[in-house]
């Protein structure tokens, strides 16, 4: 079946816009996350959902991150007053809710703040 | 905070050969151990995961050792094929309430000499 799909792969904006990031989860998988990987380096967890439930936004490093997930199934991530540090790939997973472990990622979203 | 991080970023075997990349860990509550591979322009994909209980686990092709006594972790790989060259990162899922993402290491980057 089909993975995680995320659009667009690749975003250029310039500082100050806003912008969105969609991410379609495996159908069936009510876990969804969002991490954020800054080049060279891992993956830093920003968000998490799990079916109706409200998210965890543990992660989310500053309040003009925010994302919502519709319907329990596709999720956005909408970053405002885009800063050039934002500048990324913004990875989505999936999971089974109950096997949090296996997460199944997306190709992810590069970002670059200009 | 917490932090898991890897001894050597850059691994160079020979195809064929077996190679064994390395992580530190220091959060003792974490549940499960997990390592992903990453290949240019893809997400992470899970390879093999190990629960804090354990200390060996194989799979196709991998071993991964859990040593909790100096907090490290290995992923051994088996007669190295071209298809291995990818960044490893090894991941820790925490226990209890709070945040479901994973923790990410910085990531190994294998590459297989033919």
């Known amino acids: 079946g089909a993975g995680v799909s995320q659009s667009p792969s690749n975003k250029v904006t310039e500082k100050g816009k806003d912008v969105e990031l969609r991410c379609d989860p495996i159908?069936?998988?009510?876990?969804l996350y969002w991490y954020r990987q800054s080049l060279g380096q891992g993956l830093e967890f920003l968000i998490y959902?799990?079916?109706?439930?409200?998210?965890?936004k543990s992660g989310l490093p500053s309040d003009r991150f925010s994302a919502e997930r519709t319907g329990g199934s596709v999720s956005t991530l909408t970053i405002q007053r885009t800063q050039q540090e934002d500048s990324a790939v913004y990875l989505c997973?999936?999971?089974?809710?109950?096997?949090?472990?296996?997460?199944?990622f997306g190709p992810g979203t590069r970002l670059t703040v200009l | 905070g917490e932090s898991v991080g890897l001894h050597l970023p850059t691994l160079s075997v020979q195809e064929g050969d077996n190679s064994i990349i390395n992580c530190a860990y220091s959060?003792?509550?974490?549940?499960?151990f997990i390592w992903y591979k990453q290949e240019s322009g893809k997400g992470p994909q899970f390879i093999i995961d190990?629960?804090?209980?354990?200390d060996k686990r194989q799979g196709q092709r991998v071993t991964v050792l859990l040593n909790k006594t100096v907090k490290h972790l290995s992923l051994q790989i088996a007669a190295t094929q071209p298809g291995d060259s990818a960044v490893y990162f090894c991941a820790e899922k925490g226990s209890g309430g709070g945040a479901d993402g994973l923790t990410f290491g910085k990531g190994t980057h294998l590459i297989i000499q033919p």
């Open positions: 959060n003792s509550a974490s549940d499960y």
């Open positions: 959902f799990q079916g109706n439930s409200a998210p965890d």
């Open positions: 159908s069936g998988h009510t876990a």
């Open positions: 190990i629960r804090s209980n354990m």
């Open positions: 997973a999936s999971s089974l809710a109950a096997d949090r472990i296996t997460q199944y």
